[in-house]
């Protein structure tokens, strides 16, 4: 019989969820060597490989990714007993993971975080960017217990909420002459700021501009939304943002905006949990009030 101990799960988790035995070592607070023995020992009773190690870094076998999965559901097992034990004590202390694309990380999702915190500061609260389609593969891992996401996207099966309606605008400088048109297709003419090579928008615009048979040329690329409307505020080129986006910066910068009329410029946001009944009680509280923040549709904003 195979005997793995929380500790053995928590090791073996951060050792996947790294990378690498050293930074897993480092999340550990152990030494890279003892982590590497230890994992090897689990190997040896478990009598199969749960690593493929390469001077890259290391990635779950076919059976280390089951035992991920087993590993994720009784840590968080472990972390909702604490959770529910700890009002009987003096140190409460709760854990959320939530995982968020760019759009809601910067748009929506500050002001009811830090609203949340204020009222709950016995809430710890990790948040990581990551790719919009990763983010439900990290809530079915269980890595993320919650998710904040953009359609369309494969939610995997996961419970969904909405959670804000936002859409893509074209901006450009007051500087220049007005663009023509309120399509997609009508501006792919132009150079384009941003977006960062690698970032669901950036592989997002360059599919639609491929299925519009021409090619999408940049001036630069970033991932930054303000830097973004900061630079083609000067003049470098025009760029596709959120509307939420344009909105604040246009208090900040000239800008003129567009809408886009393309069906895929709407953008819906929506949280995604597992299920909501696995979350711990605070992950629930949490979950529950980002569902019930009213975040309308932005309003159409300043032209120029």
Known sequence: MVRFDISDLRIFVNVVQAGSIALGAERSHRAAASISARIKEMEIEMGTPLLTRARTGVVPTEAGRKLLEHGFRLLNEVQRMNDDLAEYGNRAKSFIKLYCNTVSLYEFLHKPISTYLRRNPSTTLTIEELVNHQIPQAVVDGSADIGVVAEPVDTKGLETIPFALDRYVVISSTDVAPLVGRRFVDFLGFEFVGPGRGSWMHTMLQQHAADEGKPLRYSVQLRSFSMTCELVADGVGIGIVPASA???????????????????????????????????????????????????????????
């Open 246 to 304: 344009a909105e604040r910066m246009q208090k900040r910068v000239p800008l003129r905006v567009t809408e886009l009329e393309d069906s895929w410029a709407k953008l819906p946001l929506k949280l995604c949990v597992r299920s909501r009944d696995e979350l711990s009680r605070q992950s629930r509280a949490l979950l529950d009030f980002l569902a019930n923040q009213e975040h309308q549709e932005r309003p159409k904003l300043r032209s120029a």
